[in-house]
């Protein structure tokens, strides 16, 4: 039997054929196959686990010892141009495949329960399995060239699911706005691309790191252009892991389902961008300056998202800021020169935060029940409370979510989380200053949420705050989570979910809470997997001396901001809208706003461009059109006066043509 490694191709291929066969099905036999919902379910949850089973056994096999597995093909040669496709298996790859599988697995499953009464239950999950198709073909890319394929096939996946409740008005303008906002990202992917390949004549990451600072070294490039294309190929991963400022379309993403919603941020999208930054650190480290400025654009990110994080109403827009500034401290590690300590935080962050998606969704499922399907009364965190009683593993679960991101140990959160402090406070003292007080406001906010969902009396019941909130919105009813408009309350209080959908969050909690072992500082089992050698002098240079006063002031920050939270919203010992956006209320709207960078972004681009249009449409009916019309015009009145000499009168003429020689001498006279 072949290793797995050779078979690793097979991974995105199974998801793909299944998409591909219900897809086909879908579109020739539409009602029967969306008869046939649990059996498709089944065939596709199937299929992306014969790829989890896969992915398994190659990532056994990597940390046996395995080496890299690479096998490529000529797809299209010119002369001597070879463009090369295939696959590429290595240590950072096996553990993205584990991870994405597993991810999807668990979010299918969950999927079942959740979008049972959903129309689009089958295409649903069609657009799962392609969507974990892409970003399994993107992981085991070996060259840029077809990471782009990929990373493309990721963002069109990204656009079907963020609207696919297209006929509701908010699901499709976030599909818009995700759609425009990577564009952008990625027309920058691919200029890059385009400009390290004519630089160094390879699309491999290795060869163009080599060929790159040979380039510089002998004179055959500036330094600043080279820094130029890496940045270039850095706005797409800007774009897909939501930084500053291309972060502005995550938080809209909140528009589709949940389910999506946790595997776009735990998983496959935003991940996308984080993978590609540690897939080029050969080409970023040899320029410093590549390396500054990710630090920096992280550390804007992570701040910014916990500031805004901090006065969202809506359960999942809170979630989703968070998974913005988080994503900020897996760049600042990959600015301060540190993958493996930012692809240990992607993989903490990953179980924690599908968990708390997850959670959230079973919350919103469950507010149905009484408030109705309306998404600005069943996710809005004032109509909630005392969900504990109702949703003992819900709520359990989402707290344990709540302790591993706000960094307490032994949890998850604190390993990775840690380790990016450590190295940042080595290379930029302010950038981790940052991130050190931006670490109190994740666990305040954590908390925060914490509370207003699951503890106190619950406030579902309470119809004037309703009517209140439908009035902000300038609403009366509308189509809800579950795309529907005939779901109205039924239920006095709300009921834990289904066993679909609990028992991935059971599951999601054990790696949440133990995970972080694999990343112990003083013997860390990730780091030797991904960079042995990394590993090994981490151990040798680690000081106890070093990491318990780096640790401590992590974990007492954290501590602070659960303790601020437990005051304002457990005890109501402290009342934040007096203390603090009473007495600075500017500062309150500023993040109340989020920075104030939608309207901006609304006055420059979308009201801009609208204007531009205008002004090219002016100039197209008044210029353009006007040129048009005035050569008609002169052709027309130039036949009117021309048809009076067609007398058919032979004399006239000639007497034409005298005229005409007698004028021409005249002329040649005049100018001799």
Wanted: glycine share 10%; net charge negative; charged share 10%.
């Amino acid at each position: 039997m072949p290793p797995a490694a050779e078979l690793a191709w097979l991974i995105p291929v199974l998801p793909l054929a299944g998409a591909c066969l219900v897809g086909l099905g879908l579109i020739s036999f539409n009602r029967t196959i969306n008869r046939l919902r649990k059996p498709v379910a089944l065939l596709l949850i199937t299929c992306v686990g014969a790829a989890a089973v896969l992915s398994y056994a190659v990532l056994a096999e990597q940390l046996a010892g395995a080496g890299p597995t690479e096998v490529l093909f000529n797809w299209a040669s010119a002369g001597s141009f070879n463009l090369q496709m295939g696959f590429r298996v290595d240590a950072l790859g096996a553990v993205m495949l584990s991870l994405v599988t597993t991810i999807a697995v668990l979010v299918m499953v969950y999927s079942d329960g959740y979008m049972a009464h959903d129309k689009g239950y089958v295409r649903f999950f069609t657009y799962l399995a392609l969507f974990s198709s892409s970003m399994l073909g993107l992981v085991i890319s070996p060259n840029l060239l077809e990471i782009y394929v990929f990373w493309e096939l990721v963002g069109m996946c990204s656009y079907l699911l963020v609207g696919f409740w297209y006929d509701r008005d908010g699901a499709a303008n976030a599909a818009q706005k995700a759609f425009v906002v990577n564009r952008v990202g990625d027309f920058g992917l691919l200029l890059g691309i385009l400009g390290l390949f004519w630089a160094t004549g390879s699309f491999g990451f290795e060869e163009i790191g080599a060929r790159l600072s040979e380039a510089v070294a002998d004179g055959s490039l500036s330094n600043g252009a080279a820094v130029l294309l890496c940045l270039l190929v850095f706005m797409g991963p800007m774009a897909k892991s939501a930084q500053f400022p291309l972060h502005v379309w995550l938080p809209d993403a909140m528009e589709g389902p949940t389910p999506i919603s946790a595997l776009i941020h735990a998983a496959t999208m935003v991940a996308a961008g984080v993978f590609l930054v540690a897939r080029l650190q050969p080409v970023y480290v040899p320029f410093p300056e590549v390396q500054t400025v990710i630090a920096v654009v992280g550390t804007i990110t992570l701040v910014l998202g916990a500031s805004i994080a901090l006065t969202q109403q809506d359960l999942k827009k809170g979630l989703a800021y968070s998974t913005v500034s988080q994503l900020g401290y897996m760049m600042l590690a990959m600015g301060c020169g540190a993958p493996v300590a930012g692809m240990f935080h992607l993989v903490t962050h990953a179980f924690f935060k599908a968990m708390l998606f997850l959670g959230s969704g079973s919350v919103i499922h469950a507010m149905e029940e009484v408030v109705g399907h309306e998404p600005v009364l069943a996710q809005d965190m004032r109509l909630m409370g005392g969900l504990r009683r109702y949703m003992p593993v819900t709520a359990t679960t989402f707290f344990i979510g709540c302790v591993a991101i706000s960094g307490i140990p032994p949890l998850a959160g604190f390993w990775s989380k840690d380790e990016i402090l450590g190295v940042a406070f080595g290379h930029f003292p302010l950038l981790w200053a940052a991130g050190f007080a931006t670490a109190g406001l994740t666990a305040f906010y954590m908390f925060r949420l914490y509370f207003l969902t699951f503890e106190g009396s619950f406030r579902g019941t309470d119809k004037a705050v309703q009517a209140q909130l439908l009035a902000a919105a300038g609403k009366g009813s509308s189509s809800g989570e579950h795309g529907d408009d005939h779901g109205h309350a039924h239920a006095e209080h709300p009921h834990e979910s289904g066993w679909q959908m609990a028992a991935p969050l059971v599951v999601l909690a054990v790696p949440s809470v133990l995970i972080g072992l694999l990343g112990t500082p003083w013997n860390s089992r990730f780091a030797a997997l991904l960079d042995p050698r990394e590993a090994a002098e981490a151990a040798e240079h680690f000081s106890w001396g070093e990491f318990l006063p780096l640790a401590g002031a992590s974990v007492g920050i954290s501590l602070l901001g659960i303790s601020v939270a437990v005051l304002a919203y457990a005890l109501h010992k402290l009342d934040l809208s007096t203390a603090v956006a009473a007495r600075f209320p500017a500062v309150n709207a500023f993040l109340a706003n989020k920075w104030y960078l939608d309207a901006i972004n609304d006055k420059l681009f979308v009201q801009g461009s609208r204007k531009l249009a205008r002004q090219v449409l002016e100039v197209d009916s008044k210029v353009v059109d006007g040129v048009v019309n005035l050569t008609g015009l002169v052709t027309l009145g130039s036949g009117e006066g021309l048809k009076y000499f067609e007398t058919g009168r032979a004399q006239f003429y000639a007497l034409i043509v005298f005229g005409g020689v007698i004028a021409l001498v005249v002329l040649f006279g005049v100018l001799g």
